[in-house]
């Protein structure tokens, strides 16, 4: 398993810009795959998306027009952004990869869940 | 994009089995997985690929899957196994769904 820490701001105001970061170590960035999952207090998990090692994404169709995730190689880290943000963003932040992978019976090259994940950050949005 | 349901909450006496379900089109297409989530804490994998047990997760828990539905069963329930859990697929293009989590009560 790889280590996981995310970072970035506690504290978001209305309209802003979510920003936080995860970094890897244990694993480089250039391998895997890594998901942002958040959780609002009291609630259950919902995944953000995920930035594949080649750079290429994939978004909860739900957030996909407010959420960027991006690599960064040369820091070994991966990052999350989302914009326009509202009191209903407000929760826990976690980023997720597993180093487990499959091919499904289409060929494609698969993910088997979520084996490490990071201590998770809390973002509040409020003015 | 998938749905999965879970019961809200199960309740059991320690030393009894404990068995959480998932119901959704999901499977049986795809994998199954689940978590488990104590109070503070990230989740931590139990189950993966339906079946399967992570290195360091006890032999009491072990998954099941049944057309639509898949179940996690914790036998001999211990008072440490008091959690969350979220069952977890993802569809064909790798978007991730989760449960809406399941309070597990030990009596």
């Known amino acids: 398993q790889v280590q996981l820490q995310e970072s970035g701001p506690g504290l978001v105001e209305p309209s802003e810009t979510l920003s936080l970061i995860c970094s890897v170590s244990?694993?480089?960035?250039?391998?895997?795959?890594w998901s942002w999952i958040r959780q609002p207090a009291g609630k259950g998990l919902e995944w953000i998306g995920r930035?594949?090692?080649?750079?290429?994404?994939n978004y909860n169709s739900s957030l996909k027009s407010r959420v960027t995730l991006s690599l960064d190689t040369s820091q070994n880290r991966f990052s999350l952004r989302l914009s326009s943000v509202t009191a209903a963003d407000t929760a826990v932040y976690y980023c997720a990869t597993t180093t487990n992978y499959f091919y499904d019976s289409s060929g494609h090259y698969r993910p088997a869940g979520f084996d490490s994940w990071g201590q998770g950050t809390l973002v509040t949005v409020s003015s | 994009s998938y749905e999965l349901t879970q019961p809200p909450s199960v309740s059991v006496s320690p030393g009894q089995t404990a068995r959480i379900t998932c119901s959704g089109d999901a499977w049986p297409k795809e994998y199954a997985y689940w978590y488990q989530q104590k109070p503070g804490q990230a989740p931590v994998f139990v189950i993966y690929k339906d079946n399967e047990r992570p290195s360091g997760i006890p032999e009491r828990f072990s998954g099941s899957s049944s057309g639509t539905r898949v179940t996690l069963t914790i036998s001999g329930v211990q008072a440490e196994d008091e959690a969350d859990y979220y069952c977890q697929s993802a569809d064909s293009s790798g978007s991730v769904v989760f449960g809406g989590g399941t309070k597990l009560t030990v009596l």
């Open positions: 244990g694993g480089s960035i250039r391998s895997y795959y």
């Open positions: 930035v594949y090692s080649s750079g290429s994404t």
